[in-house]
């Protein structure tokens, strides 16, 4: 197996993600006004983000988020690098790559709720809806996706991936046998 070149399947193409992320910044322009403060979760929302705000006919601000979870699946997370600005009285969209059980989601969500911003809402590029363990809002969807684990446009697998400029479905036993498997496959030539 070693050195075999792997391609795993195309889900989403670089066209499609970037005419999904063109619609969420028409929704978000047409919903929200200048000041808008825009939070991304780190570090896998960083791509998204940067098309996104490209794409926005209203001035936004941005801060960044970011969490390290205690034990995956447990929903157990904690802020290591919270946000610069107070929200008090702010708009404010989270703005994350993917939402899957909905636990991390629902922590953050409450965590920035206390803080007693005007209004917070949800943009997420990729839902996995059928994932939800926790009902969780999504006020702003790019993509409903099916079970299956994802790479690329931000999202990695041990830090790897993130740099892809299309989403692919990855095989988790695969990754966890050879986190490179892919490596080859997706970006040579
Ligand atoms: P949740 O708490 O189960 O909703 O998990 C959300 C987080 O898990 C995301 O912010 C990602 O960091 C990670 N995650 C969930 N599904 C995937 C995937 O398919 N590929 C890469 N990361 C994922």
């Known amino acids: 197996m070693t050195g075999e070149v792997v391609r795993p399947r195309e889900l989403l193409s670089t066209a499609e993600l970037h005419s999904g992320v063109r619609r969420l910044a028409a929704e978000l322009s047409a919903a929200y006004d200048d000041g808008l403060l825009l939070v991304a979760v780190l570090k896998g929302s960083v ?17 960044f988020l970011a969490i390290s979870r205690y034990a995956p699946g ?14 008090a009285g702010r708009d404010v969209v989270l703005v994350e790559d ?14 920035l709720a206390r803080r007693e911003p005007r209004s917070l809402a949800v943009c997420a590029l ?32 041990g830090e790897r991936y993130r740099n892809l400029n299309r989403v692919v479905a990855g095989d988790l036993a695969d990754l966890r046998a050879r986190p490179d498997a892919y490596v080859a496959g997706l970006f040579a030539g």
């Open 47 to 63: 791509p998204f983000l940067a098309d996104l705000v490209r794409h926005l006919t209203i001035q936004p601000e941005v801060d």
């Open 74 to 87: 447990t929903g157990r997370v904690r802020i290591v690098k919270d946000l610069d600005v107070d929200i």
């Open 126 to 157: 990729l839902d996995k809806a059928v994932r939800r363990i926790v009902p969780t809002p999504i006020a702003f969807t790019g993509f409903r996706i099916d079970d299956e684990f994802v790479l690329g446009y931000g999202l990695d697998f």
């Open 98 to 111: 993917i939402v899957d059980t909905g636990l991390t989601l629902t922590y953050i969500v409450g965590e």
